[in-house]
T-cell receptor
Framework: DVKVTQSSRYLVKRTGEKVFLECVQDMDHENMFWYRQDPGLGLRLIYFSYDVKMKEKGDIPEGYSVSREKKERFSLILESASTNQTSMYLC????????????FGPGTRLTVT | AQSVSQHNHHVILSEAASLELGCNYSYGGTVNLFWYVQYPGQHLQLLLKYFSGDPLVKGIKGFEAEFIKSKFSFNLRKPSVQWSDTAEYFCAVTPPSNRDDKIIFGKGTRLHILP
């Protein structure tokens, strides 16, 4: 089974802090994704990566950056956390080009106070 | 704008009732279609998918979905729901010519089954 793990289930940070969310997948998948999930808004794509050191903006990249130094690890960075970034963050991975099915991690619930 | 629409945000049913959750998308061309489910406290997981072939797709836990190309729809159905089906359900679509496996998700439908 594909396993996608995220470094924390719950995180509380203060406004202005730099926040790192880590995601690791163990199935040699090419593609990795970061979403945020908010009630009534569904899943919105923040960034994705289809190769090591490659990244592309999703629908809501503002206020976020990402890093993919190794194939199995994809990090989401909040340079200066703000209260409107309080949300559930989901990481996902998929096998590769045109494989389509995404596998999700358990999520990190981030609260910014 | 191109999008995925789920008709109901919140559905409440009694056990043994029949279920149909609506999903429409606005992309032209060939698309792939998914339903994902998120049970309380659990991660998002794939319920079923349609890539090609028989437009009636069977998934896990007795769910099925029908792709109707002329209506741009991919509705989820289950003849008799159980309390354990309480969850949030997301319809999703891959846009045409999508090399990067991007999926566009609907806003979700919260399903609450009364025991």
């Amino acid at each position: 089974d594909v396993k996608v793990t995220q470094s924390s289930r719950y995180l509380v940070k203060r406004t202005g802090e730099k926040v790192f969310l880590e995601c690791v997948q163990d199935m040699d998948h090419e593609n990795m994704f970061w979403y945020r999930q908010d009630p009534g808004l569904g899943l919105r794509l923040i960034y994705f990566s289809y190769d090591v050191k490659m990244k592309e903006k999703g629908d809501i990249p503002e206020g976020y950056s990402v890093s993919r130094e190794k194939k199995e690890r994809f990090s989401l960075i909040l340079e200066s956390a703000s209260t409107n970034q309080t949300s559930m963050y989901l990481c996902a991975s998929s096998l590769g080009v045109f494989s389509y099915e995404q596998y999700f991690g358990p999520g990190t619930r981030l609260t910014v106070t | 704008a191109q999008s995925v629409s789920q008709h109901n945000h919140h559905v409440i049913l009694s056990e043994a009732a029949s279920l149909e959750l609506g999903c429409n998308y606005s992309y032209g061309g060939t698309v792939n279609l998914f339903w994902y489910v998120q049970y309380p406290g659990q991660h998002l997981q794939l319920l079923l998918k349609y890539f090609s072939g028989d437009p009636l797709v069977k998934g896990i836990k007795g769910f099925e979905a029908e792709f109707i190309k002329s209506k741009f729809s991919f509705n989820l159905r289950k003849p008799s729901v159980q309390w354990s089906d309480t969850a949030e359900y997301f319809c999703a679509v891959t846009p045409p010519s999508n090399r990067d496996d991007k999926i566009i998700f609907g806003k979700g439908t919260r399903l609450h089954i009364l025991p």
